[in-house]
């Protein structure tokens, strides 16, 4: 069983910064590939963020020279660095191993 668990979002001002955590209960070589995706009130679910094989990444146009993806798999672990946070970036923010295996999400709120 895959279980995925994000952490580390809550309330920062802007400009501030924020880091989240993916916990993944298999090991991370297993997946090619982890993402991030985001979902603001009334909006369609975005990707943020995704590294893949090789640690390749790519960014949405809205978040490049911000975010900063990465993985550790020693701790079966995908982190998303956030700097220079704005308001538009206020969203729930989940991890997803694979294509298929999505977390519950964390809340990021990012006030004026």
């Known amino acids: 069983q895959v279980y995925v668990e994000e952490s580390g979002g809550g309330l920062v001002q802007a400009g501030g910064s924020l880091r989240l955590s993916c916990k993944v209960s298999v090991g991370t070589p297993r997946f090619n590939a982890f993402a991030w995706h985001r979902q603001a009130p009334g909006k369609e679910r975005e990707l943020v963020a995704r590294?893949?094989?090789?640690?390749?990444?790519q960014y949405a146009d809205s978040v490049k020279g911000r975010f900063t993806i990465s993985r550790d798999n020693a701790n079966k672990r995908v982190y998303l660095q956030m700097n220079n946070l704005e308001p538009v970036d206020t969203a729930v923010y989940y991890c997803?191993?694979?294509?298929?295996?999505w977390g519950q999400g964390t809340q990021v709120t990012v006030s004026s």
């Open positions: 590294i893949s094989t090789g640690d390749t990444t």
């Open positions: 997803v191993a694979g294509n298929s295996f």
